[in-house]
């Protein structure tokens, strides 16, 4: 199981683009990185998913360099409402135990 | 669709006492997990469920926590006795499948518990 290591906190400025990196030195051929956004007093929320290069949907893009090793989640145009914590998490599929960090706190500001 | 339904949401009891929380998860998901989360913390896995069989537990404090998926469908995570230490939140989530593929993982609400 890849041990994953982010940033605890960024600030930002509303209108801007967050860049967060996920280290995940150790990361096993078939393993997947995750990304989850937690509000407070919420459960976390599925933000995106990758295995190689480029992904993108509605809400974010994630980068993934060919060696593996990093991923960068990328929000574009952050507003107030992105100020949560973001976590990454790196695993398999199959029977693994998902292992979130402690994230990287987020905080937009006006 | 509906989403992960847990509850209590809120649960205050005495150290020693006993406490049981429900999760029922999404409909026709086969996984489902059951983690805990301490304040300033990630979520931590206790255990994971597919369908009614246990597919890893090894993070659950078994002196005094126990969960069962009896149908294959809703849970329920219990805690006997309790510690000052188990005050978290403890957070449900469910997905279509752990197989080759990772699923995406649906979170309920979570149920608050503090241990006084």
């Known amino acids: 199981l890849a041990k994953t290591t982010q940033p605890i906190s960024m600030d930002s400025y509303e209108g801007q683009e967050v860049n967060i990196t996920c280290s995940h030195n150790?990361?096993?051929?078939?393993?997947?990185i995750t990304w989850y956004q937690q509000f407070p007093s919420q459960g976390p929320r599925f933000i995106i998913q990758?295995?190689?290069t480029k992904v993108t949907n509605e809400v974010a893009s994630l980068f993934i360099p060919a060696d593996r090793k990093s991923s960068t989640l990328s929000l574009p145009r952050v507003s107030l409402s992105d100020t949560a914590v973001y976590y990454c998490?790196?695993?398999?599929?199959?029977?693994?135990?998902?292992?979130f960090g402690r994230g990287t706190s987020l905080i937009v500001h006006p | 669709e509906a989403g992960v339904a847990q509850s209590p949401r809120y649960k205050i009891i005495e150290k020693r006492q006993s406490v049981a929380f429900w999760c029922n998860p999404i409909?026709?998901?086969?996984?489902l997990y059951w983690y805990q989360q301490i304040l300033g913390q990630g979520p931590k896995l206790l255990i994971q469920f597919q369908n009614n069989g246990v597919v890893d537990d090894s993070q659950l404090p078994k002196d005094r926590f126990s969960a069962e998926r009896l149908k294959g469908v809703d849970s329920t995570l219990k805690i006997q006795p309790a510690k000052l230490e188990d005050s978290a939140v403890y957070l449900c989530?469910?997905?279509?499948?752990?197989?080759?593929?990772?699923?995406?993982?649906?979170f309920g609400p979570g149920t608050r518990l503090t241990v006084l």
């Open positions: 150790n990361i096993a051929t078939n393993d997947y």
């Open positions: 990758g295995y190689k």
């Open positions: 998490l790196a695993a398999s599929g199959g029977s693994y135990i998902p292992t």
């Open positions: 989530a469910s997905s279509i499948l752990a197989g080759e593929t990772l699923s995406e993982q649906f």
């Open positions: 409909s026709g998901h086969a996984t």
